[in-house]
């Protein structure tokens, strides 16, 4: 059983930086693009940074310059470093990922979310 689990989230001051993580665990053959998504309530889930395994990075035009996501394809992780955070980045942020179990096409997983809260 393939899972999807977010860290790094917390309350911040506007300015300030956070690290999200996201580890993929299970039966994994294989992740192709692993990404972050975030969600505020009455909004629907935003696209933030893309990732493929290739390193091909895709960011959503309000986190470019603040945001950069990175991988280790090693550890099954993937990373969200947010510089010069504002009140609008908070949220929660999800995990999401394409993942190949034993060999079979590439399924779509969601991590449970972790809350990005920052303060003016």
């Known amino acids: 059983q393939v899972q999807l689990v977010e860290s790094g989230g917390g309350l911040v001051q506007a300015g300030e930086s956070l690290r999200l993580s996201c580890t993929a665990s299970g039966s994994i053959s294989s992740i192709n693009t692993m990404g972050w998504y975030r969600q505020v309530p009455g909004k629907q889930r935003e696209l933030v940074a893309t990732?493929?395994?290739?390193?091909?990075?895709n960011y959503v035009d309000s986190v470019k310059g603040r945001c950069t996501i990175s991988r280790d394809n090693a550890k099954n992780t993937v990373y969200l470093q947010m510089n010069s955070l504002k009140p609008e980045d908070t949220g929660v942020y999800y995990c999401n990922a394409f993942i190949s179990t034993m060999g079979r096409p590439y399924m779509n997983y969601w991590g449970k979310g972790t809350l990005v809260t920052v303060s003016s």
């Open positions: 990732l493929t395994s290739g390193g091909i990075p």
